[in-house]
């Protein structure tokens, strides 16, 4: 490879990796409302509800039902929550596979826009999984507020 092509594909390398940044920016900001309202809401009835299971008049096994039951909203939406962050990162490592595959066999086949297509295909990629955050997280808010 020579240097100009090499110059050229660090240069493409470093959009990438600022496309990257604004999935995860964009991530952080759709996702950060629902985060907030899995740690401090639904943590802060998980409390007042397990405190209200500790009565003298219950068995330590009643209180331990009762307190694991209050855990439920709370351990479900943190899964959920998790799950579904799991799966939009999968999605994305998918998407960003396809593109670099495209590359290498454009590589091997000497096309002379090959770094362009790559920067195109990601920049779509990281276009439509930013499109898809905020769908994602009315999904999960409207799954938490219907618990």
């Known amino acids: 490879m020579d240097r100009m092509a090499a ?3 660090r240069i493409v ?3 990438i990796r600022q496309k990257l940044h604004q999935v995860n920016s964009a ?3 759709h996702f950060s409302p629902v985060q907030d309202h899995v740690k401090f809401t639904l943590q802060q009835a998980y409390f007042k509800c397990a405190y209200e299971c500790f009565d003298r008049e219950r068995s330590y096994d009643e209180i331990s039902d009762c307190v ?3 855990s439920v909203p709370v351990v479900r939406s943190q899964h959920m929550l998790e799950d579904e962050m799991a799966n939009f990162q999968e999605t994305m490592k998918r998407s960003l596979m396809v593109c670099q595959d495209k590359f290498e066999a454009a590589k091997l ?3 002379p826009d090959a770094l362009n297509d790559l920067e195109t295909c990601v920049d779509q990629s990281t276009q439509d ?5 905020p769908h994602l ?7 938490f507020f219907s618990q």
């Open 68 to 70: 694991e039951n209050c």
């Open 27 to 29: 991530a952080e900001e």
């Open 7 to 9: 110059a050229e594909e």
């Open 109 to 111: 086949q000497k096309k």
């Open 137 to 143: 997280a009315a999904k999960l808010k409207a799954s």
């Open 13 to 15: 390398t470093e959009k």
């Open 129 to 133: 999984g930013i499109k898809m955050l």
